[in-house]
């Protein structure tokens, strides 16, 4: 295959040059007099991205999927009742994680396609007069279906009851990409991983917890190990880890945070929106949906596109792969074959979105499906031609 891979699926994302090249360095020394140098602005840092400014984060050497762990087994005790709902594969795969601990789980299961139902979490709330629920969780942005859920709305669901339970978010996808605020919102336990809109390779896991979520450990009485507070708090204070740390991906950590603050995360929400839009508008004038139901569904990071009857959607992911040298993202699970996604977060500008929805619409096209040669990417050019006329405008 010809020309370089081009990678649009919803992570790992593409990594920044300079990213790249911070991580590119002889192996240092983790117990060095100056490594705390590195580490402790690196935790303070994190924070920032979260915003979060009086709990702490932890930098696990894992997915995201240990973090999610992470939280669980630290703050929670086996047992304890928790409020989830399922809506995609990794809402499903988050509860299954609850299940297999031993939480007793209340899930609510929702069409995929729609997100977090916030009604019915209120309704489960105020009827929790006992306060049962200990914790609450959220998928701030189901990746594999494309649908970003309403955070806000359930820290007021909570507020509005008065329910003491904490609040887990699933930011895996979202944090660093998507507008996202831990303290304003009242997240306790919030996740990501590296390989999103970090921009790094998979292998750290971050979580992010509130001084209520590090108070509620202390009395926690869950197993946990590899991934306790405690181990990583005593270590962490002085800039080191209980550990073995993944040193060159700290590094590259310490420029993906430069990036991103020279950036502005304000200015990075507003590029995803954006790009997002781009994306929308060449679904649109395909003809196409989104697996999104509603426009308040629609996710800044990744669009799942419904393919019509008797397409293929594992042979559409195949074709682009091996005759555009293009990786889009496959259906998950219930979704399989029937939808392709498109990942556009992390370090991603207009053309590299147009060159996704060009591989796209040739593929959809040799795959046979009816849409007008050029309509994706032509919708594309205009939206993001208004956009910059309207802000030329502006100014
Ligand atoms: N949660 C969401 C929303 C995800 O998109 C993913 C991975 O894509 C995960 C959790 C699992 O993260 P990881 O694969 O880093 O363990």
Request: hydrophobic share 40%; proline share 5%; charged share 20%.
């Amino acid at each position: 295959m010809s020309g370089y891979n081009h990678l649009f699926i919803p992570g790992p994302t593409n990594i920044p040059e300079q990213v790249r090249q911070a991580m590119n360095l002889p192996m240092e020394d983790m117990r060095s007099p100056q490594y705390p140098e590195l580490t402790l602005p690196l935790f303070a840092d994190v924070k920032k991205v979260f915003k979060n400014r009086n709990g702490r984060v932890f930098i696990y050497p894992s997915s995201g999927t240990g973090a999610w762990e992470a939280a669980m087994t630290n703050v929670l005790s086996p047992g304890d009742r928790v409020l989830m709902s399922r809506f995609g594969q990794f809402s499903h795969l988050w509860v299954d994680m609850a299940e297999r601990l031993g939480f007793e789980v209340d899930c609510l299961d929702m069409e995929w396609g729609t997100g977090v139902p916030v009604e019915l979490y209120a309704e489960r709330l105020a009827a929790d007069k006992a306060h049962e629920i200990k914790a609450v969780f959220v998928t701030h942005n189901e990746t594999a279906t494309g649908v970003t859920s309403d955070v806000a709305a359930v820290r007021a669901a909570l507020d509005a009851c008065g329910h003491p339970a904490l609040l887990f978010v699933d930011g895996v996808s979202s944090i660093g990409s998507i507008d996202f605020r831990q303290d304003e919102w009242g997240v306790d336990c919030a996740v990501s991983g590296s390989q999103k809109g970090f921009m790094l390779p998979a292998g750290l896991g971050f979580l992010s917890v509130s001084e209520k979520a590090l108070e509620a450990a202390k009395t926690a009485r869950h197993m946990r190990c590899y991934f306790s507070f405690d181990d990583m708090i005593k270590t962490n204070d002085t800039g080191y880890f209980p550990y073995t740390p993944p040193t060159q991906l700290l590094r590259g950590l310490r420029a993906s945070l430069d990036l991103m603050f020279a950036e502005g995360l304000e200015n990075i929400f507003a590029r995803h929106h954006h790009l997002a839009n781009g994306v929308r508008a060449a679904v649109s004038a395909w003809g196409l949906k989104l697996c999104a139901t509603e426009p308040k569904w629609h996710s800044d990071t990744v669009s799942a596109i419904r393919l019509p009857e008797g397409v293929d959607g594992a042979e559409v992911i195949r074709h682009a792969y091996r005759t555009y040298n293009t990786s889009l993202g496959s259906g998950l699970s219930k979704v399989a074959g029937k939808v392709f996604r498109i990942g556009h977060l992390g370090s991603l500008n207009e053309v590299m979105v147009l060159g996704a929805l060009g591989a796209a619409e040739l593929t959809l096209l040799d795959c046979g499906v009816k849409i007008e040669p050029g309509s994706g990417v032509g919708s594309a050019i205009k939206q993001f031609r208004s956009a910059a006329t309207a802000s030329t405008a502006k100014a």
